[in-house]
């Protein structure tokens, strides 16, 4: 199992540009979601999708679109990319254990310029 | 809304000693789930510890505890016997067990915690 797998890993854009992040799990678990996590700030929820062919906003959703697009894939689309987006995104999917932990991708850090 | 409070930006241990850091949360679901993740130097957030609203038990795993206070809404993270690789940043989370939640996670602002020789 390879968890939940994030690509890129490292990406740098100009002001204006658009990117794809995706996003993969093989543990079979029905919710997905993206976050941001900013210096001194913690990680905010951007969207997650409860199920396949379901998504919700999350609490900063601006400037983002996102694609369930199997049970596995889980996409986050910059389509205009801002300075204010530089942030590490991670990825997670839900276990189905009883603690229904979260696990989470190795993250992928984003510069805009 | 769910906020999480974590109000120790640092911390430091020494290594065979034992640490305790603070988390206190706030919401009006009577029913939620509180978790401890991990984040070392290299990135990844690393699953610690549960503790459900309604477990009569503080959760254990290994070296860590989750000193739950119900009353006071904390849910400090006890780290007993420190090690060098304990060092990391610790966030706190929480989420409501109402259905059609969707599981969401609330994170704290983290703690970073450096054990010592």
């Known amino acids: 199992n390879a968890g939940v797998t994030q690509t890129p890993k490292f990406q740098v854009l100009k002001t204006g540009q658009s990117m794809t992040l995706q996003c993969a799990q093989d543990?079979?678990?029905?919710?997905m979601y993206w976050y941001r996590q900013d210096p001194g700030m913690g990680l905010r929820l951007i969207y997650y999708s409860a199920s396949e062919g379901t998504t919700d906003k999350g609490e900063v959703p601006n400037g983002y679109n996102v694609s369930r697009l199997n049970k596995r894939e889980f996409s986050l689309r910059l389509e205009s990319a801002a300075p204010s987006q530089t942030s590490v995104y991670f990825c997670?999917?839900?276990?189905?254990?009883?603690?229904?932990?979260?696990?989470f991708g190795p993250g992928t850090r984003l510069t805009v310029l | 809304a769910q906020k999480i409070t974590q109000t120790q930006p640092g911390m430091f241990v020494q290594e065979k000693e034992a640490v305790t850091l603070d988390c206190t949360y706030d919401?009006?679901?009577?029913?939620?789930?509180l978790f401890w993740y991990k984040q070392p130097s290299s990135g990844e957030m690393i699953f610690l510890i549960y503790?459900?609203?309604?477990?009569?038990q503080n959760a254990t795993e290994g070296r860590y505890s989750l000193n739950f206070q119900k009353a006071r809404k904390s849910a400090n993270l006890v780290i007993s016997a420190s090690q060098l690789g304990d060092s990391a940043m610790y966030f706190c989370?929480?989420?409501?067990?109402?259905?059609?939640?969707?599981?969401?996670?609330?994170f704290g602002t983290g703690t970073r915690l450096q054990v010592t020789l």
């Open positions: 503790q459900g609203s309604y477990d009569q």
């Open positions: 997670a999917s839900r276990s189905v254990s009883s603690y229904n932990e979260q696990f």
């Open positions: 543990m079979n678990h029905n919710s």
């Open positions: 989370a929480m989420r409501s067990l109402n259905t059609g939640t969707a599981s969401k996670l609330t």
């Open positions: 919401t009006s679901d009577p029913s939620y789930g």
